[in-house]
């Protein structure tokens, strides 16, 4: 059985403040995309990140 979303929604917090929100179209099969967090709002050595949203996750890459 596949699991699929029309459409996306993605929303990161970093330390509890809003940082990024994204609705995207996705197509059938695997899909990637890419949310870009503004250097600005990373404070600290050790941000905590939280996603939530409506999604098919399966992996996360984190590069800074």
């Given amino acids: ?3 699929e979303f029309p459409e996306a929604v993605l ?3 970093l330390d ?3 940082a990024v929100r994204e609705t ?3 197509q059938p ?3 990637e995309h890419a949310l870009r967090i503004p250097g ?3 404070h600290g050595s050790r ?3 939280e996603v939530s949203g409506r999604y098919a996750s399966f ?3 984190f590069y800074q």
């Fill in 1 to 3: 059985m596949g699991i």
């Fill in 11 to 13: 929303s990161l917090s």
């Fill in 16 to 18: 509890g403040q809003s």
């Fill in 24 to 26: 995207f179209r996705t």
């Fill in 29 to 31: 099969g695997w899909n």
């Fill in 40 to 42: 600005n709002l990373v």
């Fill in 47 to 49: 941000p905590r990140l």
């Fill in 59 to 61: 992996q996360y890459w």
